[in-house]
C-alpha cells in the first residue's frame, strides 16, 4: 500500500468553524417549545440526617411543574458508575456537600430558585469524618450505613522486597500528600430531557459515556432502555469530570414527572461543590537502590480518599499501584492500595485515573535516588528505564518500549541537559533556576479483562460521500476528526466526505466510554474494520472494471490508483455502480481490544498493556523570598505511536501541559471541614496564558502492534502526568530543597526553604 | 422579586437627581465587572441601575499642576494613556497587572474604588500618589482625600446620594519615583494577595522629601505604612534603610487567612515587597532627579 493521504495530516475538527464562532451548540443553547429550567436543592451540611422533607409549598408555587424527592422516583435511586451506593436524591442522609435533596422543574430560572426556598428540610448535622486515617477505624461512624469505609484495600507483591531492601546500598523513604483537584471544564455538566409522543424519552448530555448514560437513566425512572435516547450536543471538555453521569437523571425524571421539557445545568458553583474530584491520596514510598544506580525495589502504601461513594475509586487507587513503579525496570515491588470513604468531596476519574499521583511519587523518588548517589537524573533513568521486550513489574511484557529511553533523550537534547549548568543559576539574589525531568508511562485501553470493545457503522453513499456512526463521545477531544480521517483513508476519499454524526444511541451502537486514552485505538479500530469491508467491495468492482487484480489497486483521493498511478475510475463511479447492482456500501463493526495472552498468573489485575511514554523537562526560576515558581521553560516529547491527526496530539499535549502546571503549582480546593472553601474560578487557581510558557513539544512514532489503527497509541492522559514531578525535580535542583506535596504552592515552596540549614541552599 | 429599573443619564444632574431620590435603591453601575458578582451573590439588590456610560466621566487631563482622572476611566484607557505613563508609573504599572484585557476594557477607576476591596489594585498606588475624590450629589460637591474615603471592607464613606466623579492628584515632584508590585497567584487574573506602592521624592540633596508606602490586601482596607514612611522621611537612603524601613512597614498590616493564602504568608511578605518596591522607587527617584 501507499503512503497514507489522510492519515497524519493536519486536518481541522468537523464543526471547528461553528465551535470557534460561537454557532455550535452545547446543552444551555438547546432550545425546545415549553423548555422549563431545573433545579437541584443541595446539602448544605456535609453529614447530617434528613428529619423532615416538605416540598408542599414549593409544588404550590405557581409555574412550578414539578418538585421531586426520592420518594417520587420510579426505578432506582442510585448511580451506577461502579457500585450503586451514591443516591440521585438523598433519603435519610446527606453524606457530603454534594448530594442534592430534590429536584424542581419551573417555567423560569427565578421561578425555579424560588421552588427550592420554599422546600423544608430539616437537617440534624452529624459529626462528619474528614480524615482517611480516621475513618478506617474500627469505630469510626460507618459513611454509608451497611458498607464499610474501606471501599478498597489490596496489596499487589512482585519479587522479594524484603532481601531487595536489605540488600539495598541507598533506600529513599518519603512521604507524598496530592489534594483534590478539579477539572475545570469550560463548559459545566448539564442536561436537556424531552418526552415525545410515542413515550421516548431524549436526554442531550454532556457527556462521556451516551450508553451508559442511557443505561442509568433507564434504569432510574423504570423504563426500558428502548424508550431512552442519549444525544450528544458539543460537550465543553470533560477530563473524566463527566465520566459518570451527572444531572442526566435528573433531567429526565423531572420532564417524565412534568410531561415538558427540562433543561438542567449546574452553574460553576455547583459544578465545583458536586462533581467528582481528583483523588488526594497520601502515599508513603521507600525505593531501593545500589550505588551503581539500579533500582532494586519500590515499597508504597497509599490512602486515597474517595469521598463517600465508590464512583472511580477502585479504577483510580488500581491505576495508582499500576504505574507506583514507574517505567523502570523494578523487579521487586510491594504496594498496598487503599481506598477510604470520607465526608469529603466526592472522588473520581480524572485525566490518567491515579496515574499523575503516581508518577509525582515515583519521579520524585528518582531524584532523591540520584541526589542521595550523586548521580545525574538523566543517567538513572537511562540506566533503569524499560525496552522492548522487558517483562514489567506488572507481569506485562513492554512492546513499543524503545520509545521510553528515545523520549528521554530527545527531550535532553530539547532542553539543552548537558550544557544546563552553565546558565545563569542565580540571575539575581533572591533567585534560582533550575532544571528536572519527569519520565512516565500510562497504558491506554480499559485494562486486561475488562471488555473494551467499540462498535460503529460506516455507510457509503452513491455519491460517495460517507456517514459514519459511532458511540463515542467527543468532547473537544477530538476522536470525530480521528474516525473521520481513518474512514477516508481507506475508502480512498477526501477527509471532508466523512461526515460523523455526533453520538446519538438512536443511530450508533455503543462505543464505551470517551476515557482511559482509549477511543482513537478502539473506536479507530473499528472504523478501520468497518471501512475495509466496504473497501473490499469497492476494489472488488474495481478489479471487474479495470480488469486488474484487487490487490494491485488502491483507493486514494476520489480515485482508483493502479501502479502507483491513477487509473481514471474514481471512488464516486464505483459507490453509484454499487448502488445500481445493490452491493451494499454498509458496514457495521464492533471492535475487541484483544490482550495477547503472554502475562503470567500472578500479574496485576486489570493491567493495561499498551503504552504512552513521554518525558517532559522543566526550567523554572523560584523566587526564595515569595517561594514563587515561574516555569520558564517546558519541553514535552511524547510517543504516540502513529499520529493519525497530529494537531489533535499536539492539542493533547498543550493542554495537558497547561492542567500540569496548575496541578504541580497552583491548583487546590481548599477543603475544611468536607466544604469547599473555593468553589469559584475565581478563586480556584489554574494556569492563564501568562503562567505557561512557549511549550516547546516533538512527538515521536513507536508503533504499536497490537494497539489502536496504524500503530497509534492513545495520547489524551499522559500529557497531564509528567509535569507536576518535572516541575518539583527542576525546584529541587534550583533550591537544593524537595517538596513532598502538591500543589507547590508559593507557601509551601517557602517552607521547604524554611527547613534547609541557613547556607545550604549553595551546597 | 421585583423587577430592576435601568437608566443610562446623558447629564450628570440627572443622575444626581436618581440618586438622589432613590438612595441605596439605586446603584450606579460602571464597568459592572463588581457589580454584577455581587448581584449574582444576593449581595446586592438594586431596584435601580444607573449606567454612567453616558456622561463623559473618563477624561483624563492635566489641570494646572493636578492630574484629573475621570470616575469613569477604564484600566484600559489608563494604562494607554501618556500623562499616565509620564506621571503616575505605578499607577500604570497597577493597570497592567490588573485582571486581562477584558476586564481592563469594561473595569473603570471609580469601581475599583467605590468596591473598597481591600486587594483593590488601583488604591496603592493612588494612595502613594495622595490622590483626593470628588465626591458630586444634588447637594453638591465634596473633596475628600482617598485615604479618607475607605472606611472597611467593602465599605466607603460614599453617602447613597452621591456618585464619585473624579479622582485628582497633584502632579508629582521632579525627583519622583514609584513603583507598584503585586503578588498574585498566577500573572493575570489574580486577586492580589499582597499588594504594595511606594513613592519617593527626592530633594536636591537626595533626601526623602516624601515616602509614601500603601499596601493592599494586608488590612480591612488598603492602608499606609506610617511608621516605614517616617524612617525614611528627610534621609538620604542607602539599601540599608530601605530595608529597615521595609521592616517597619510590617506593623501596618493585620492580614487574615483565606484560601488564597495564610495571614502568617501575607505578614511575611510585606517587609519583602516593600523592599523591593523601595528600591525599584528610590532607583527611578535618582534617575528622574538627574534627568529632571
Ligand atoms: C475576572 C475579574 C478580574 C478582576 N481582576 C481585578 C484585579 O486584578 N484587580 C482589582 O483590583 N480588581 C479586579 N477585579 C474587580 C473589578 O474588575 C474592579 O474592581 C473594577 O475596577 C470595578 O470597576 P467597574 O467599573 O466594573 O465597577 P462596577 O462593577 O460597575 O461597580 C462596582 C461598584 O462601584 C459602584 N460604582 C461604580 N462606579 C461608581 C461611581 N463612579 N460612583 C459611585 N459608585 C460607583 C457600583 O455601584 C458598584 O457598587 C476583577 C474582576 C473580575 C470579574
Not at chain 1, 437523571?249 to 460553576?268: E, Q, S
Not at chain 1, 476494489?539 to 493502479?562: C, F, I, T, Y
Amino acid at each position: 500500500m501507499t503512503a497514507p493521504a489522510v492519515v497524519g495530516r493536519w486536518v481541522s475538527a468537523p464543526g471547528a468553524a461553528e465551535i470557534v464562532t460561537g454557532d455550535a451548540r452545547y446543552c444551555p443553547d438547546i432550545r425546545l417549545p415549553g423548555l422549563l429550567t431545573g433545579k437541584l436543592l443541595y446539602a448544605p451540611h456535609p453529614r447530617a440526617r434528613i428529619a423532615r422533607l416538605d416540598v408542599g409549598k414549593a409544588r404550590a408555587i405557581p409555574g412550578v411543574h414539578a418538585v421531586l424527592t426520592h420518594a417520587d422516583i420510579p426505578g432506582e435511586n442510585s448511580y451506577l458508575y461502579a457500585e450503586p451506593d451514591q443516591p440521585l436524591l438523598a433519603e435519610d442522609e446527606v453524606r457530603f456537600q454534594g448530594d442534592a435533596v430534590a429536584a424542581v422543574a419551573a417555567e423560569d430560572e427565578r421561578t425555579a430558585a424560588a421552588a427550592l426556598a420554599a422546600i423544608e428540610v430539616e437537617y440534624e448535622p452529624l459529626p462528619g469524618v474528614f480524615d482517611p486515617l480516621e475513618a478506617m477505624r474500627e469505630d469510626a461512624p460507618r459513611i454509608v450505613a451497611g458498607e464499610d469505609n474501606v471501599i478498597m484495600r489490596e496489596v499487589y507483591r512482585t519479587g522479594d522486597v524484603e532481601a531487595a531492601f536489605a540488600a539495598a546500598d541507598v533506600v529513599v523513604e518519603n512521604t507524598y500528600r496530592t489534594r483534590w483537584a478539579e477539572h475545570a471544564f469550560l463548559e459545566t455538566e448539564g442536561a436537556v430531557a424531552q418526552l415525545d409522543d410515542e413515550g421516548v424519552l431524549t436526554v442531550y448530555s454532556s457527556c462521556q459515556a451516551p450508553h451508559r448514560d442511557r443505561m442509568q437513566i433507564a434504569r432510574a425512572l423504570g423504563l426500558p432502555e428502548s424508550r431512552v435516547r442519549v444525544v450528544t450536543p458539543y460537550i465543553g471538555g470533560a477530563f473524566g469530570g463527566k465520566d459518570e453521569a451527572h444531572v442526566q437523571m435528573h433531567a429526565a425524571l423531572l420532564a417524565h414527572a412534568a410531561r415538558r421539557p427540562v433543561r438542567l445545568i449546574r452553574d460553576r458553583r455547583e459544578s465545583i461543590l458536586t462533581h467528582v474530584k481528583r483523588h488526594p491520596i497520601t502515599v508513603e514510598c521507600a525505593t531501593a537502590a545500589s550505588r551503581d544506580g539500579r533500582i532494586l525495589a519500590v515499597r508504597a502504601r497509599a490512602i486515597a480518599d474517595a469521598g463517600p461513594y465508590t464512583n472511580a475509586t477502585y479504577e483510580v487507587v488500581n491505576k495508582f499501584g499500576e504505574f507506583i513503579g514507574g517505567p523502570y525496570r523494578v523487579e521487586n515491588l510491594e504496594v498496598e492500595k487503599i481506598g477510604v470513604r470520607t465526608n469529603n468531596p466526592i472522588s473520581g476519574a480524572f485525566r490518567g485515573f491515579g496515574a499523575p499521583q503516581a508518577a509525582f511519587v515515583y519521579e520524585s523518588q528518582m531524584d532523591d535516588v540520584a541526589r542521595e548517589l550523586g548521580m545525574d537524573p538523566l543517567e538513572l533513568r537511562l540506566l533503569n528505564g524499560v525496552e522492548t521486550g522487558t517483562r514489567m513489574y506488572t507481569g506485562v511484557v513492554v512492546r513499543a518500549g524503545d520509545a521510553m529511553k528515545a523520549s528521554l533523550r530527545r527531550a535532553a537534547e530539547l532542553i539543552g541537559w548537558q550544557g544546563r549548568t552553565a546558565q545563569e543559576r542565580q540571575p539575581a539574589p533572591q533567585l534560582r533556576r533550575g532544571w528536572g525531568m519527569a519520565t512516565i508511562l500510562k497504558g491506554s485501553g480499559l485494562g486486561r479483562g475488562l471488555g473494551d470493545h467499540a462498535g460503529v457503522v460506516l455507510e457509503m453513499h452513491r455519491d460517495a460521500s460517507v456517514v459514519l456512526r459511532s458511540g463515542a463521545a467527543d468532547m473537544g477531544q477530538g476522536i470525530v476528526t480521528v474516525m473521520a480521517q481513518l474512514a477516508a483513508e481507506r475508502l480512498g476519499v477526501e477527509y471532508d466526505a466523512v461526515r460523523v454524526v455526533r453520538a446519538d444511541t438512536a443511530q450508533a451502537p455503543d462505543a464505551g466510554a470517551s476515557c482511559a486514552s482509549r477511543q482513537a485505538m478502539v473506536s479507530g479500530n473499528a472504523v478501520l474494520a468497518a471501512a475495509d469491508s466496504i473497501r473490499a467491495t469497492l476494489l472488488g468492482l474495481a478489479a471487474r472494471k479495470l480488469r486488474r487484480d484487487q490487490a494491485e489497486l488502491d483507493l486514494r483521493a476520489g480515485e482508483v490508483w493502479a501502479d502507483g498511478e491513477p487509473s481514471g475510475l474514481t471512488v464516486r463511479e464505483l459507490a453509484e455502480r454499487a448502488s445500481a447492482w445493490g452491493y451494499p456500501l454498509h458496514a457495521e463493526h464492533v471492535s475487541h481490544f484483544e490482550y495477547p495472552p503472554d502475562v503470567p498468573e500472578a500479574s496485576y489485575r486489570f493491567s493495561q498493556e499498551v503504552f504512552q511514554f513521554c518525558t517532559q523537562v522543566a526550567q523554572v526560576l523560584v523566587d526564595c523570598e515569595t517561594g514563587q515558581v515561574q516555569v520558564e521553560r517546558l519541553v514535552a516529547v511524547h510517543d504516540a505511536g502513529r499520529m493519525i491527526n497530529p494537531g489533535g496530539v499536539y492539542g493533547q499535549i498543550e493542554g495537558g501541559l497547561a492542567q500540569g502546571i496548575g496541578y504541580a503549582l497552583t491548583e487546590e480546593l481548599v477543603v475544611s471541614e468536607g466544604r469547599t472553601l473555593n468553589p469559584s474560578l475565581e478563586n480556584y487557581v489554574i494556569p492563564m496564558a501568562l503562567d505557561i510558557p512557549a511549550l516547546e513539544m516533538d512527538v515521536l512514532e513507536f508503533p504499536e502492534p497490537v494497539g489502536g489503527p496504524l500503530g497509534a497509541k492513545g495520547i489524551a492522559e499522559s500529557p497531564i502526568i509528567p509535569t507536576a514531578p518535572a516541575i518539583r525535580n527542576a525546584i529541587l535542583d534550583a533550591v537544593g530543597q524537595p517538596l513532598y506535596e502538591l500543589p507547590m504552592t508559593a507557601e509551601r515552596v517557602l517552607a521547604a526553604l524554611d527547613r534547609a540549614a541557613p547556607g545550604a541552599e549553595d551546597g | 422579586m421585583s423587577e430592576m429599573s435601568y437608566m443610562a443619564p446623558e447629564r450628570l444632574e440627572d443622575a444626581l437627581a436618581a440618586k438622589a431620590e432613590h438612595g441605596a435603591h439605586a446603584r450606579v453601575v460602571a464597568g459592572a465587572t463588581d457589580l454584577i458578582l455581587r448581584m449574582r451573590d444576593g449581595v446586592l439588590r438594586p431596584d435601580l441601575l444607573i449606567d454612567l456610560r453616558r456622561l463623559a466621566l473618563d477624561a483624563i487631563e492635566l489641570d494646572g499642576d493636578a492630574l484629573r482622572l475621570g470616575a469613569y476611566a477604564t484600566h484600559g484607557q489608563l494604562l494607554a494613556d501618556p500623562l499616565v505613563a509620564a506621571h503616575l508609573p505605578a499607577l500604570r504599572q497597577a493597570c497592567s497587572e490588573f485582571a486581562g484585557p477584558p476586564i481592563r476594557n469594561r473595569g473603570t477607576l471609580g469601581g475599583n474604588l467605590v468596591n473598597a476591596s481591600p486587594a483593590a489594585d488601583l488604591v496603592p498606588p493612588l494612595l502613594a500618589y495622595d490622590a483626593c475624590v470628588i465626591l458630586d450629589s444634588a447637594d453638591g460637591r465634596r473633596e475628600l482625600p482617598l485615604a479618607a474615603f475607605f472606611t472597611g471592607p467593602g465599605q466607603t464613606v460614599l453617602r447613597p446620594d452621591e456618585i464619585l466623579t473624579e479622582v485628582r492628584l497633584p502632579l508629582p515632584p521632579a525627583g519622583t519615583g514609584a513603583e507598584f508590585i503585586k503578588l498574585g497567584q498566577r500573572r493575570s487574573m489574580a486577586i492580589s494577595v499582597v499588594s504594595v506602592a511606594a513613592r519617593l521624592s527626592l530633594g536636591a540633596a537626595g533626601e526623602v522629601q516624601v515616602a509614601r508606602i500603601a499596601l493592599g490586601a494586608v488590612a480591612p482596607t488598603v492602608v499606609r505604612a506610617a511608621a516605614a514612611e517616617e524612617a525614611l522621611q528627610g534621609h538620604a537612603p542607602d539599601a540599608g534603610r530601605l530595608r529597615a524601613a521595609a521592616g517597619l512597614a510590617g506593623g501596618a498590616a493585620t492580614p487574615i487567612s483565606d484560601p488564597r493564602a495564610s495571614r502568617e504568608y501575607r505578614a511575611r511578605m510585606v517587609p519583602v515587597l516593600v523592599r523591593r518596591a523601595l528600591e525599584a522607587a528610590w532607583s527611578a527617584s535618582r534617575e528622574a532627579a538627574a534627568h529632571g
